[in-house]
């Protein structure tokens, strides 16, 4: 059974359209992360919340922004989407922020034409 | 600053073969070793870690083989198969911040 839900699996936008990105968990885990992996490189945090203490990381650019209405969801925002957001992009939970063991869902495949 | 070195960039393994990815840190204060698989189209998945109190793990036909002195963990995979295909991270976390510091990624091919 899926722990931690990616939606949708691909997602095409254009230049400049906002786009909205969800993922869900159903272990009640109380971290969740969003990262964006491009092609052939290592993932790269964006932000992280405990709980529903947001934070940002540093580089993040500001076009990039989250949501978390409750702990099972989280939502990750793009305002204005630049041929170079195109990445995937992992959600992932841990069971608290002492937890070292994270668990990634399956992803979402953004593509900005 | 690069705080994490992995290598190999790719490797080839005959089925059968054993496949080793080493990874060097320059962090100190890192204090949890994991290993992540990352199949194509999926996210990362622990795959095995190691404390450093200990200077080696294995859990079936993998193990992690940990140098504290040379600051260095490696990942051998044991009669390395097919389905080993996969790209390999490694990912220290530090105790303050409790992050994954990504290592570059190993893609490793084993053939058939």
């Known amino acids: 059974d899926a722990m931690v839900i990616q939606n949708p699996r691909y997602q095409v936008t254009q230049f400049g359209k906002p786009v909205t990105l969800s993922c869900s968990q159903t272990?009640?885990?109380?971290?969740m992360y969003w990262y964006q992996q491009k092609s052939s490189q290592a993932p790269k945090l964006l932000f992280h919340?405990?709980?529903?203490?947001?934070?940002n990381e540093a580089d993040t650019p500001d076009n990039f922004q989250s949501r978390r209405p409750n702990t099972s969801f989280c939502f990750l925002d793009i305002r204005s989407p630049g041929l170079g957001d195109a990445a995937m992009y992992l959600c992932?939970?841990?069971?608290?922020?002492?937890?070292?063991?994270?668990?990634f869902g399956s992803g979402t495949q953004l593509s900005v034409l | 600053q690069q705080q994490v070195k992995q290598s190999p960039q790719s490797l080839i393994v005959q089925k059968g073969g054993i496949s080793i990815i080493n990874c060097a840190y320059e962090n100190t204060a890192f204090d949890y070793f994991p290993w992540y698989q990352q199949f194509p189209g999926k996210g990362p998945a622990l795959l095995i870690a190691?404390?450093?109190?200990?200077s080696e793990k294995k859990e079936g036909r993998f193990t992690i083989s940990f140098n504290k002195s040379a600051k260095q963990f490696s990942l051998h995979i044991m009669d390395s198969q097919p389905g080993d295909s996969a790209t390999y991270f490694c990912?220290?976390?530090?105790?303050?911040?409790?992050?994954?510091?990504f290592g570059s990624g190993t893609q490793l091919t084993v053939l058939p």
């Open positions: 190691i404390r450093p109190d200990v």
């Open positions: 919340y405990y709980d529903k203490d947001f934070n």
């Open positions: 272990l009640n885990h109380n971290v």
């Open positions: 992932a939970t841990s069971r608290t922020a002492r937890d070292e063991k994270l668990f």
């Open positions: 990912a220290p976390l530090s105790g303050s911040a409790r992050q994954l510091t």
